[in-house]
């Protein structure tokens, strides 16, 4: 992983006036002044989390404020969030500028702006912004350093237990959906990470493996979170089975990018082209116990998952989880089906008899 400079030099800013960026897009302009340059990722990447980044700014400005007037504003917060300054601090700061440049903003507007920034920097839904839709799982930061919030909320320890709970390698997106009938559904909150929805019919998937990717050392993600959340994805889209080119896996790979595409069809941004480049994981890294910020809910969604019983025909046939009970299973179908086509060809037999002796009784009919 490659560590990112958020750091705000004044040459950084000068680099990214809004003022002088031509016909560049807010989602680009935003994405540079909260994450810097991603060298190390391809263009098309980046573009993702621009999207994210340009959805954020909708449901704070609602159509009504112009970026270029919030600039300024939100490179101060940026700033100040990765200073770890308190919110209580980064609001009064913020309150005095506007006082001193004669500007009308309340007490709530003030901070939705320091929630949008916030939102910039994590890919968290921190607070609630106006015009928000999917107002599912949220954050709270009322007061403290930003980075500290963060990690308080995903720092809790595990407290469902899983008895000789195996996570095999069967155990993936596909299965869910095709074997268990639970959708999957792409999501930008890293808190919605892996939670069932929806009468537990929906799961919720972190996309974003390129910012998990760049986090290093000055992240605000609690050490090895980034780390652990690819190692899910990894567990649900292992590269070897989605990202290859073999022709025994070109099921899954048209399921994905089926997948993908109607996501952005629905809410109109991509997903994360690596999401099936995080690599596999071998054997001992598929125990629950190796799991500590996503063991819980691997553990709910797995136990989901198991006790879910097929309904149709191509659930059934993609369902080999129980061998034995699969094979069980084809063979009764198979000999059920042959009797079946034994007795309807008895009956056509014995029909067409009749008839003969019929017709041999009734020759001019």
């Known amino acids: 992983m490659n560590p990112m400079n958020h750091t705000i030099t004044a040459q950084t800013r000068e680099g990214i006036d809004c003022h002088n960026q031509g016909d560049e897009g807010v989602g680009h302009r935003l994405r540079k002044i909260a994450r810097g340059n991603w060298n190390s990722a391809a263009e098309s990447r980046q573009r993702v989390y621009e999207t994210y980044c340009q959805t954020q700014w909708n449901y704070y400005a609602q159509g009504r404020r112009k970026f270029e007037h919030h600039s300024h504003e939100t490179i101060e917060i940026i700033r100040m969030i990765q200073s770890n300054d308190a919110k209580e601090s980064i609001l009064t700061q913020l ?21 949008f920034a916030a939102r910039l920097i994590i890919p968290i839904n921190i607070g609630t912004l106006p015009n928000e839709v999917n107002k599912r799982r949220h954050l709270k930061w009322d007061t403290g350093a930003l980075k500290d919030c963060v990690n308080e909320y995903f720092d809790e320890s595990p407290v469902l237990t899983f008895e000789r709970l195996r996570l095999p390698k069967a155990f993936d997106a596909w299965s869910l959906c095709k074997v268990g009938g639970i959708k999957i559904r792409f999501t930008d909150n890293l808190a919605d990470h892996l939670l069932l929805v929806e009468d537990d019919a929906i799961v919720l998937i972190f996309h974003h493996v390129t910012y998990l990717e760049q986090q290093g050392q000055d992240s605000q993600l609690p050490p090895g979170l980034a780390e652990e959340t690819i190692k899910t994805i ?15 896996t070109r099921k899954k790979r048209a399921w994905l990018s089926k997948l993908c595409k109607n996501h952005e069809n629905e809410y109109g941004c991509r997903v994360d082209e690596c999401v099936n480049r995080c690599g596999g994981l071998p054997a001992s890294e ?10 819980d809910r691997l553990g709910v969604l797995k136990q989901t998952y198991d006790e879910t019983t097929p309904s149709t025909i191509s659930q059934w046939w993609h369902d080999r989880r129980n061998g034995p009970q699969w094979f069980t299973f084809w063979v009764a179908g198979v000999a059920l089906a042959l009797a079946t086509l034994a007795l309807f060809l008895t009956v056509v037999q014995a029909v067409e008899g009749a008839l003969q002796v019929f017709l041999a009784y009734n020759p001019k009919s």
């Open 95 to 115: 309150q005095n500028s506007h006082q001193a440049e004669q500007k009308s903003f309340s007490e709530h507007s003030c901070r939705h702006m320091i929630d």
């Open 234 to 248: 990894a567990l649900l889209f292992p590269q070897a089975e989605y990202g290859g080119s073999k022709k025994s």
């Open 286 to 295: 598929r125990q629950i116990e190796r799991f500590r910020f996503w063991r």
